[in-house]
C-alpha cells in the first residue's frame, strides 16, 4: 500500500515529501496543526478539530489553504490512497514560504500539508500511565496549537528517561495545566471529576470537549477549575485525554500511586463511553 503525503496540492510518496526551506513552519514555527483520529476508516470529531484550526487559524491571521469542503475532501482522498483504517492523520497549515523576516510576508500562499499514520489507538488505555510532574516553560497562548512544541518536546523526553508516559505541566502557582500532548484530570477524593478550565492556560482538547460531554450526559459530577499537586497526589483516579490516548488512566504520579495503583471504575466508564461516541454520533 503506497504511503503518499499531500503537500499543496499534490500527493507525493511520503519520503520525498519536502516544503521549502525558507517555509515559515521550518524558520519561525509559524504554522498551526491538527491530529484527527480514524477508527475502523472514519474520523473522530472531525468538525470539533476543523473548528479548533478555524479559530487558531483566524487568531494568528494565517488564511485558510483551501475551502474547509476541500480540506475535508483531501483528507479522506489521503486516507483512502493510504488505506489506513485505524490511525492518526495531521494537518499543518503555516503562514507559507517568504523570504526571512519577522513581520508578515505580503504575498505568501499558506502551506497545507497533510501525513497519515497507522497507529494503535489508545494502547494504553487498559493497564494506564505514569505521569511525571514538571514546570509549565510554555508561552502565554497555549489555547493555540502551534507547531511550536519545544517545551512540549523536552518535557515528553523528560518522561521516557524517566519511565513515564507523560509529564504533567505544572503553573508557577502550583497548579497543574496539562500534559504536554494531553489534557490532565482527576477524580477528587471527595468524588468530583476535575479538570482546568479552557483558557490561555491550556489547549481545549477536542476529546476533553466530549468527555465533557459525556459527563454531563451521564451525570457525573465535574469541576472546570484548577487542581494543585497535592489534591492530585490525594486523587482517587486520574487520567489524561487526547486524540490518541482517548481517555486513559494515570495510575501514578511521580513517585506516589493514584488510588490503589491501578485503572478505576470512572476511568472506564469514560473510556466506554468515549469509543461509543467515536464509532456513532462522533465519527464521520
Ligand atoms: N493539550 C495539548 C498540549 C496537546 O498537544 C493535546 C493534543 N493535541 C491535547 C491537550 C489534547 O487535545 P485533543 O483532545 O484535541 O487531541
Redesign the pocket.
Known amino acids: 500500500m503506497a504511503r503518499d503525503a499531500y503537500v499543496n496540492g499534490r500527493y507525493v510518496p511520503h519520503a520525498q515529501a519536502a516544503v521549502h526551506v525558507e517555509d515559515r513552519g521550518f524558520q519561525f514555527a509559524d504554522g498551526v496543526y491538527e491530529?484527527v483520529c480514524i477508527r475502523n476508516g472514519r474520523l473522530i470529531?472531525e468538525d470539533?478539530?476543523l473548528d479548533?484550526l478555524d479559530r487558531c487559524l483566524g487568531e494568528l491571521r494565517i488564511a485558510w489553504p483551501c475551502e474547509r469542503r476541500v480540506m475535508r475532501l483531501i483528507m479522506r482522498r489521503l486516507i483512502g490512497r493510504n488505506g489506513v483504517r485505524n490511525g492518526l492523520i495531521y494537518l499543518q497549515v503555516t503562514r507559507g514560504t517568504a523570504a526571512r523576516d519577522f513581520r508578515f510576508p505580503a504575498a505568501a500562499r499558506p502551506t497545507l500539508v497533510m501525513t497519515t499514520r497507522r497507529a494503535a489507538l489508545a494502547a494504553n488505555a487498559r493497564a494506564g500511565v505514569r505521569v511525571i510532574t514538571i514546570p509549565d516553560i510554555r508561552w502565554k497562548r497555549?489555547d493555540l496549537?502551534t507547531v511550536g512544541?519545544l517545551a512540549?518536546v523536552l518535557g515528553k523526553q523528560e518522561a521516557a528517561e524517566r519511565g513515564a508516559f507523560e509529564a504533567w505541566q505544572v503553573d508557577e502557582d502550583g497548579f497543574v495545566t496539562?500534559?504536554?500532548?494531553?489534557?490532565a484530570w482527576i477524580l477528587t477524593a471527595d468524588g468530583a471529576l476535575v479538570t482546568r478550565p479552557a483558557s490561555h492556560d491550556?489547549?481545549?482538547?477536542?476529546?476533553?470537549?466530549s468527555i465533557l460531554r459525556i459527563a454531563a450526559a451521564e451525570g457525573v459530577r465535574f469541576e472546570e477549575r484548577p487542581f494543585d499537586l497535592d489534591e492530585a497526589y490525594a486523587a482517587r483516579e486520574a487520567f489524561v485525554?487526547?486524540?490518541?490516548s482517548f481517555v486513559t488512566p494515570v495510575v501514578r504520579i511521580d513517585d506516589r500511586a493514584v488510588g490503589d495503583g491501578t485503572p478505576g471504575a470512572l476511568g472506564r466508564r469514560l473510556l466506554e463511553a468515549y469509543v461509543a461516541h467515536a464509532e456513532g454520533a462522533g465519527a464521520s
Not at 489547549?203 to 470537549?209: D, H, S, V, W, Y
Not at 485525554?241 to 490518541?244: G, I, L, Y
Request: aromatic share 0%; with cysteine.
Open positions: 491530529v470529531d470539533g478539530h479548533r497555549c496549537k512544541l512540549q496539562e500534559g504536554t500532548s494531553s489534557n491550556i489547549l481545549n482538547g477536542i476529546t476533553r470537549q485525554s487526547s486524540a490518541t
